[in-house]
C-alpha cells in the first residue's frame, strides 16, 4: 500500500478548521471572567411588555420573540432593573425565544430564571446550522442560575424550558467576540481547502 503524504499548507489548513478539542456549557453563580462586553439592558428605556428585537443591536444583540421587563421581582439573583423575557405580563410565553449575535461569538453567559423544577435546553447555531446543545435545571430561586457556553463560536442562541408555562426571563448578558483570522491565516486556510479538493478530485492510477 503506498503512502500519500499530506502537505503541510493542507495540516494548517485543517488545524485552523478544527478549532477547541470540547466545547463546554457552564451553570455556576458567576458569569465570564473577561467577557468583552455585559449588557444590562439599561442603555435603552424599556416599557412593560415592550417587544424587544433590535434595541440592542448597536451592542452587538438581536432578539426573537422577546419582551422587555414583564417580571420585575427585585428577589431574582443577578437581576436589576431592566431584563428580557419570552412573555409578556398576564399573556403565555412564545417558545421561540431566541438570541441573536451581530458578530460570531466565543463565548456567552447570562443570568435566567424559570418557574421552579424545570429543566431549559440551549442550542448554539452558526449561520442557521447547530452547533451544540446543552440541558440544565432552572428555577426562580438560589445564585446558581448563570448559564452559558465558552470555546465554541456562534451567532445564535435558542433556549426553552419545559416548565408549564415554559416562561424564562434574562438580565446581565455577557459574551466574547470570536476571533477574526488574520489576512494569512485566511489564505493559508483557502490554500489548504484547495490542495485538499485537488487530493480528491486526483485520479488513481490503475494497478499495473
Known amino acids: 500500500m503506498k503512502l500519500r503524504l499530506v502537505p503541510p499548507a493542507l495540516l494548517a489548513a485543517l488545524a485552523l478548521l478544527s478549532g477547541p478539542a470540547r466545547a463546554e456549557f457552564f451553570n455556576a453563580d458567576t458569569g465570564l471572567t473577561t467577557p468583552d462586553l455585559t449588557v444590562d439592558f439599561e442603555s435603552v428605556a424599556l416599557r412593560a411588555s ?50 441573536h449575535f451581530v458578530k460570531p461569538v466565543s463565548a456567552a453567559a447570562f443570568a435566567m430564571v424559570t418557574a421552579d423544577n424545570g429543566v431549559s435546553t440551549f442550542d448554539a447555531y452558526f449561520h442557521g446550522g447547530w452547533v451544540e446543545s446543552a440541558a440544565a435545571p432552572s428555577s426562580l430561586t438560589g ?66
Open 143 to 208: 445564585s446558581t442560575n448563570i448559564y452559558g457556553f465558552r470555546d465554541i463560536v456562534f451567532d445564535e442562541l435558542r433556549i426553552h424550558t419545559n416548565t408549564t408555562d415554559h416562561a424564562l426571563l434574562i438580565d446581565n448578558l455577557q459574551f466574547i467576540n470570536a476571533p477574526v483570522p488574520e489576512p494569512a491565516s485566511a489564505g493559508l486556510l483557502l490554500a489548504g481547502l484547495g490542495l485538499l479538493m485537488g487530493l480528491k478530485r486526483r485520479p488513481r492510477a490503475e494497478p499495473r
Open 50 to 99: 415592550e417587544v424587544v428585537s433590535d434595541q440592542f443591536v448597536n451592542l452587538g444583540l438581536k432578539f426573537d420573540s422577546a419582551f422587555a421587563n414583564a417580571d420585575m421581582n427585585p428577589a431574582f439573583v443577578h437581576f436589576s432593573g431592566n431584563r428580557v423575557s419570552n412573555f409578556r405580563s398576564n399573556v403565555g410565553a412564545s417558545t421561540g425565544f431566541a438570541i
